[in-house]
Nanobody, 131 residues
Framework: QVRLVASGGGSVQIGESLKISCEASGIIFGMNSVAWFRQLPGKEREGVASIGKGDPNYAESVKGRFTISQDYAKRTFYLQMNALKTEDTAMYYC??????????????????????????WGQGTQVTVSS
């Protein structure tokens, strides 16, 4: 049985950093893709960062600022968020897939950021960035 428990959200100022965590059970890093999504009220869920077997993939809006990582020993994956902006304010959800999920374009494949590719979801953790 897969269980994902997100934590670490909070309120920060513009330009500050925050690290959110997702404790995962029932999956194996490197065999199951994991990802972070975010959602604003009334908006669709947006893929933010994803990792499977190799290099991670990021939404353009967070490249260079956010980093997804995995701690195999702790069975926890993280999203380190730096240089936060007000537009990063959202409910953040961790997710896992039943296997490795990729998106391929122009002959290259990347970890998927598609909501429909992920099978298991944690509860959200709110991140609020204010000026």
């Amino acid at each position: 049985q897969v269980r994902l428990v997100a934590s670490g959200g909070g309120s920060v100022q513009i330009g500050e950093s925050l690290k959110i965590s997702c404790e995962a059970s029932g999956i194996i890093f490197g065999m199951n893709s994991v990802a972070w999504f975010r959602q604003l009220p009334g908006k669709e869920r947006e893929g933010v960062a994803s990792i499977g077997k190799g290099d991670p993939n990021y939404a353009e809006s967070v490249k260079g600022r956010f980093t997804i990582s995995q701690d195999y020993a702790k069975r926890t994956f993280y999203l380190q968020m730096n240089a936060l902006k007000t537009e990063d304010t959202a409910m953040y959800y961790c997710a896992a897939a039943g296997g490795i999920r990729t998106t391929c374009r122009r002959g290259a494949c990347f970890p998927s950021l598609k909501e429909s590719d992920f099978d298991y979801w944690g509860q959200g953790t709110q991140v609020t960035v204010s000026s």
